[in-house]
């Protein structure tokens, strides 16, 4: 069983904590089953480029299983947000085939269907948006890293909701179909320098990105998330493994955009810009023992509108920090 409690600020006023509390049950490595409840808090404090102020709460549920048969492994998890804004139950099914090398690698090919929250925690424009998402890919681990790579289509349901912002017509947001293919290596945990790297491409049958006041403005928006019509980037990461320990852990991970670039569109006028995908960076602090175990993390993203202008007044800026604690029957 573990608790986990985080807290995100932005630099455009928004602020969100959330609780969680996760419940686990294994039988050796044949079958599992987890309990997960999560409460979120979140306010606008102040109108914001025409977004009307708002506070609000979430309240989610979900439960699953799993089960190895054999090579082959199966999961499923049904869930309820539990809010006004948000109807019916999501949930998930996936199928994966673990093939084992002789060398200890694994390669594992599988196919997700799942409809969810569009986000782990509720964006101010996105309340109440759920994402209906087919995904198929592969992941293949090795004692140096993990690589994962997936094809996926979503559609992204929006109910109309409450007037959110000063423009009348955005009272029910787009509901784009998402193509996005993904690729990135991850390195192992361990003391040292150790280099990743990601790259991702989409593309959405409508814009996203309608501007939230009366008049059409270039700037980052809520609205619900960024989807433009067409987006790319390719990023190094760099992980430190600065301590490792048998009771402690302490590790750094920095994603730097390499390359990248948006088309975007508002009545029919598509604007191409470069330098938009978001710098990354975090740090984690991990303390076990045979029975408990203390983790934290702190992380921060910097989302330009273009040209790498992270420190513009139009980058998009989040900080987040979270606390995790954990205890083992």
Known sequence: MDYEGSGLTDGSGYQMQQDALRWNHTDGDKSGQSLNARWSVYRLQDELDGILAFR???????????????THWFSISISDNATADVRGLGGSLTFAKSLQRLDGSEWK???????????????PLSLGTTRNVAEAGLKYKDADGTLTSSISAEKWL???SETRTLNDTLLQPPEPWILQAIAYWLPTAKRGLAWGWSCAFSHADRTTQEPTTTETEYKYSWYPAAAPI????????????????????????????????EIREWDN??????????????????????????????????????????????A??????????????
């Open 158 to 160: 929006s109910p109309s």
């Open 269 to 314: 006028e598509q604007i191409k810009d470069w330098g938009t995908a978001p710098f990354k960076f975090s740090t984690s602090w991990v303390f076990h023992s045979a029975d408990w175990q203390l983790g934290t993390d702190l992380s921060a993203g910097l989302t330009p509108w273009k040209h790498m202008q992270f420190w513009n007044e139009d």
């Open 109 to 123: 090919p599988y196919v997700l269907l799942k409809r969810e929250p569009f986000s782990e925690y509720p964006l």
């Open 316 to 329: 998009y800026k989040v900080f987040k920090a979270k606390i995790n604690i954990q205890r083992n029957f």
């Open 230 to 261: 067409w987006s790319g980037a390719v990023s190094l990461i760099a992980q430190a493994g600065l301590w490792q320990s048998s009771r402690a852990e302490w590790t750094m991970r920095m994603s730097v955009p390499l390359l990248s670039g």
């Open 56 to 70: 609000g709460n979430a309240l989610f549920f979900e439960a699953s299983a799993w089960y190895l048969w054999g």
